[in-house]
C-alpha cells in the first residue's frame, strides 16, 4: 500500500480541480496515492477527475457517496479516509495546490519523530489568480515556535482563539492512528470550519 494518500474532497469546484490533482501528482515523494471525493457536484469536477483516474488507475480513485449527493465536507473527508489505504493522510481540497517538495518534508519529520501525530506548517492565502483581487498574497503568522515538538492540549488554546496560523486541512499530515484515536470529523459539520472541530479533538490526544 502507499504511504500517504491524499484526499481531495469537491462540490463544482471544477475552476481550480485539475490545478489540485497535478500538484498532488507533482510531488516529489512517489509512494503517494489520491482519492477524490466527489460531493454531488453538478458541473464538471466529477469528469475532470475521472479523467485523471483513466491516466494514473494505480494511483487515482473517485469515490461518491451510496446514492450520489452532498452529504457535506466532513462526510466528504471521512468517505475519503476510509476509502484510502495510506499510514498517513493529507487533506487537498479542490481549490488548493502543494508545493512539490510539501509531502516529501512532512514524510521526514514525521519519520524522525515517531510520537507526533501530525505535522503542519503555513498556508499562503491565495489571492493572486484573480487580477481584480483587492487582498495581496500572505501567510499568517504561526503563533508558536516552529520546529518543536508540542504535546497534547498545548496548541489547543491557539485553535480555539483562531487568531493565528493553526493547522488547516490542506497544510497537515496526519498519522492514521491518530485520526482514528480522534474520532475522525463529525459529520454534523457540513460546511467551513469542520477542520477546526476535528483538530480540537486530535489535540487532546496527540
Same mark, same amino acid.
Given at each position: &500500500?502507499?504511504?500517504?494518500? $491524499?484526499?481531495?474532497?469537491?462540490?463544482?469546484?471544477?475552476?481550480?480541480?485539475?490545478?489540485?490533482?497535478?500538484?498532488?501528482?507533482?510531488?516529489?515523494?512517489?509512494?503517494?496515492?489520491?482519492?477524490?471525493?466527489?460531493?454531488?457536484?453538478?458541473? *464538471?469536477?466529477?469528469?475532470?477527475?475521472?479523467?485523471?483516474?483513466?491516466?494514473?488507475? +494505480?494511483? #487515482?480513485? @473517485?469515490?461518491?457517496?451510496?446514492?450520489?449527493?452532498?452529504?457535506? /465536507?466532513?462526510?466528504?473527508? /471521512?468517505?475519503?479516509?476510509?476509502?484510502?489505504?495510506? $499510514?498517513? #493522510?493529507? =487533506?487537498?481540497?479542490?481549490?488548493?495546490?502543494?508545493? &512539490?517538495? !510539501?509531502?516529501?518534508?512532512?514524510?521526514?519529520? @514525521?519519520?524522525?519523530?515517531? +510520537?507526533?501525530?501530525?505535522?503542519?506548517?503555513?498556508?499562503? /492565502?491565495? %489571492?493572486?489568480? +484573480?487580477?481584480?483581487?483587492?487582498? $495581496?498574497? =500572505? =501567510? %499568517?503568522?504561526?503563533?508558536?515556535?516552529?520546529?518543536?515538538? %508540542?504535546?497534547?492540549?498545548? @496548541?489547543? &488554546?491557539?485553535?480555539?482563539?483562531?487568531?493565528?496560523?493553526?493547522?488547516?486541512?490542506?497544510?497537515?499530515? #496526519?498519522? *492514521? +492512528?491518530?485520526?482514528?484515536?480522534?474520532?475522525?470529523?463529525?459529520?454534523?459539520? *457540513?460546511?467551513?470550519?469542520?477542520?477546526?472541530?476535528?483538530? $480540537? !479533538?486530535?489535540?487532546?490526544?496527540?
Amino acid at each position: &500500500p502507499p504511504l500517504v494518500s $491524499a484526499v481531495t474532497i469537491v462540490r463544482d469546484g471544477e475552476r481550480f480541480l485539475e490545478d489540485a490533482i497535478e500538484s498532488v501528482l507533482g510531488q516529489t515523494h512517489g509512494n503517494l496515492e489520491l482519492v477524490v471525493v466527489d460531493d454531488g457536484s453538478t458541473d *464538471r469536477s466529477a469528469e475532470i477527475a475521472a479523467r485523471f483516474v483513466c491516466q494514473e488507475p +494505480d494511483r #487515482i480513485r @473517485l469515490v461518491r457517496h451510496a446514492g450520489g449527493g452532498s452529504r457535506g /465536507m466532513s462526510a466528504a473527508r /471521512m468517505l475519503g479516509v476510509e476509502t484510502s489505504r495510506g $499510514a498517513l #493522510i493529507g =487533506f487537498l481540497d479542490a481549490d488548493d495546490i502543494w508545493l &512539490p517538495d !510539501k509531502i516529501a518534508e512532512q514524510v521526514e519529520i @514525521l519519520e524522525s519523530h515517531p +510520537d507526533a501525530g501530525m505535522v503542519y506548517g503555513r498556508t499562503q /492565502m491565495w %489571492y493572486s489568480w +484573480d487580477p481584480n483581487a483587492v487582498h $495581496a498574497d =500572505f =501567510f %499568517y503568522g504561526l503563533g508558536v515556535e516552529p520546529d518543536r515538538l %508540542y504535546l497534547a492540549l498545548a @496548541l489547543l &488554546p491557539q485553535l480555539l482563539e483562531n487568531r493565528v496560523q493553526s493547522p488547516t486541512t490542506c497544510n497537515a499530515l #496526519i498519522r *492514521r +492512528d491518530a485520526y482514528e484515536q480522534a474520532g475522525g470529523f463529525e459529520g454534523a459539520f *457540513r460546511a467551513l470550519y469542520e477542520d477546526q472541530v476535528f483538530f $480540537a !479533538k486530535l489535540y487532546l490526544r496527540s
